[in-house]
């Protein structure tokens, strides 16, 4: 309590001094209080993400590279369905005889089978495709792994998008097989490059799936918080 005279005979004015803390001090420290919070909760995410973003797509792309690698093996080998003494295949039909040396044909006319010879054009010539569509799908994958443009995520967007169709081909070529070998086909009869192909085929569904699932949670992400941070800060 201060007091000031003004006389003798008057009754002194007295005046109280508080401390003085503004309510924007007071609003600043807790905002700086909320930003450190938010920069550490920030760089503890950013050190998760760091790793397991990278990861998941570097594992995606090994991923489609085994299955290109299994494809291209077994389209190029072509044997896939043997049926008692002859062994069918993409680009030829064998036949052997008491054990005897394989006596291949490129005329699949020959092994008497309606359709066999348009039905198996069509059917390696979408198998085919898919490999090609793949690798165009898996060179854009990796360009968008080295570049860090903001067009990246497209690319790779494009790229799972690729390995869908791939997939749908590579489906395709395995069904018209089968569709047209329908009488002949056993469980035990289907080759090890048949069940490559297969392989293959699955890898590219997975392949496409996770990309694209991986693409549009990053993006997502970047455009609810630009900058990185949490939605309560």
């Known amino acids: 309590m201060v007091c000031s005279p ?24 807790l905002d700086s ?7 550490k909760l920030l760089a503890q995410r950013r050190s998760r993400r760091s790793f397991s973003d990278p990861s998941i797509r570097a594992l995606i792309i090994l991923c489609t590279s085994l299955a290109v690698v299994l494809s ?3 389209i190029c080998d072509g044997h ?4 008692d003494d002859r062994l069918f295949g993409l680009w030829h039909f064998c036949t052997t005889s008491n054990q005897a040396e394989l006596h291949c044909l ?13 039905g198996m054009a069509v059917a390696r010539s979408v198998a085919t495709l898919a490999v090609v569509v793949a690798i165009f799908g898996l060179e854009l994958l990796m360009v ?16 799972s998008a690729l390995f869908l169709l791939a ?30 192909e297969f392989t293959a085929s699955f890898l590219f569904f997975l392949s496409a799936v996770s990309g694209l699932h ?3 949670i990053s993006r997502t992400d970047s455009v609810t918080h630009p900058w990185g941070l949490p939605a309560e800060f």
């Open 6 to 29: 003004r006389g003798f005979q008057v009754p002194l004015v007295c005046f109280s001094v508080e401390p003085f803390f503004p309510h924007e001090i007071q609003y600043g420290l």
């Open 33 to 39: 209080q909320r930003l450190q919070q938010a920069q």
């Open 72 to 74: 291209s093996l077994s």
């Open 80 to 83: 896939w369905l043997l049926a």
């Open 106 to 118: 490129r005329d699949l006319r020959q092994a008497h089978v309606p359709g066999l010879a348009s």
């Open 144 to 159: 968008s792994q080295v570049s860090e443009d903001p067009r990246s995520w497209h690319r790779w967007a494009v790229g």
């Open 167 to 196: 997939f749908i081909l590579s489906f395709g070529g395995l069904l018209s097989f089968l569709t047209l070998l329908r009488n002949q086909v056993t469980l035990m009869g289907l080759t090890l490059t048949f069940w490559s």
């Open 214 to 216: 991986v693409n549009s």
